[in-house]
């Protein structure tokens, strides 16, 4: 009877070793740990005959039923360990780890942003202190105190974005004008960029753009200092050898009032480029980037600035203008596109 109890459970780990590589999964192997090792398992079978066993034959049977338990026990963990290297290996597989990672895409700042940050960064360095206003704004900041009587045309609905009867999208940054007197005392000296709104939309015109304002006020400022201001910047911000025009022209807030161009940055005034005309230009050597002109009396007398003690300028810069010119970008649509081969040129 000893010798077929030995007999048996040397076969029971004969077997174990031959199934277990069949199992090809954690459960296929916890099925086979069930079927050799369980409460109702195989092992447990064979046990049933140890207990018949006369006291001769006992300790020997009980010293090899343990061996094959820790023998199927240690079959069963080895299998174990290789399936889940296997596993393992799997979620790796197609991983090439000598590979370079993907780099995060970096960003940059937008042409509009550069060419704010370069102009009022002149424009400061000149001694002019930025200011900043809200974008919605009434109907009196923006038209009103500018010399804008109700029934004047700028207002018209074709250019203004209302919100409500008197609250407006602002279509210029010049109300920060009015809110810097209505604010401070003279002297003051004040850049205001920012974003403004108009009904219009064309391929040179968006509902939104960048205007930067420039307003100074002292007593005896003239004409010959607002040329000078501007041909110094102009200077600083394109090249050295920029020139300023004035344009006569018309802005309810400023009397004399002028249309800002400057000397072509293509062709640098000459109108053409290698014998064609200059695509910039259109061969007239100049460009416009904004308006310009001495503060209007009547706009003192609204902000409560005596303009018999004090004059001033102010100037309106497109700030699209002259990102376009200085990076040489052809087509306003770029801006707002935002396509990041575009983009990217400025990082
Ligand atoms: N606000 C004017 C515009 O938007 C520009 C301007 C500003 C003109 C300051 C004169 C003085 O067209």
């Not at 923006?142 to 919100?163: G, K």
């Not at 062709?267 to 200059?278: D, K, M, Q, R």
Request: glycine share 8%.
């Amino acid at each position: 009877m000893l010798k077929s109890f030995l007999e048996g459970l040397d076969g029971l780990t004969l077997e174990c070793e031959a199934r277990r590589g069949q199992a090809c999964s954690l459960k296929d192997l916890e099925a086979l740990r069930v079927e050799f090792l369980g409460r109702k398992g195989k092992l447990a079978g064979a046990m049933v005959a140890l207990a018949q066993m006369g006291p001769e034959d006992k300790p020997a049977a009980g010293k090899k039923a343990n061996e094959v338990k820790t023998a199927l026990t240690a079959l069963l963990e080895s299998r174990q360990a290789e399936l889940e290297a296997e596993s393992a290996q799997g979620a790796l597989a197609g991983f090439d780890p000598s590979l370079p990672g993907r780099r995060p895409a970096p960003g940059s700042l937008h042409p509009v942003t550069l060419a704010m940050q370069e102009i009022c960064e002149v424009l400061t360095g000149l001694g002019f202190e930025v200011v900043a206003g809200p974008e919605v704004e009434n109907d009196w900041n923006n038209f009103e105190a500018l010399n804008m009587p109700p029934d004047h045309p700028a207002r018209d609905m074709q250019d203004t974005l209302y919100v409500s009867e008197n609250i407006v999208l602002r279509t210029h940054t010049s109300p920060l004008q009015v809110r810097t007197m209505m604010s401070r005392k003279p002297p003051v000296a004040v850049i205001a960029p920012g974003k403004v709104y108009r009904r219009d939309s064309d391929i040179t015109h968006t509902p939104m753009f960048h205007q930067i304002e420039a307003l100074l006020v002292d007593t005896n400022v003239s004409m010959a200092d607002l040329r000078g201001t501007l041909t110094a910047f102009v200077r600083q911000l394109f090249s050295p050898d920029t020139k300023v025009r004035f344009r006569p022209s018309f802005f309810p807030f400023t009397e004399p009032s002028a249309e800002l161009d400057i000397s072509c940055v293509l062709c640098g005034g000459e109108g053409h480029v290698a014998g064609a005309p200059c695509r910039v230009c259109k061969r007239t050597g100049w460009v416009e980037i904004g308006g310009c002109g001495m503060v209007d009396p009547n706009v003192f007398r609204q902000v409560g600035y005596d303009p018999e003690t004090v004059t001033g300028f102010a100037f309106g810069l497109g700030v699209e203008r002259v990102a376009m010119l200085k990076y040489g970008i052809g087509d306003l649509r770029m801006f707002f596109e935002n396509d990041v081969r575009f983009l990217e040129q400025f990082s």
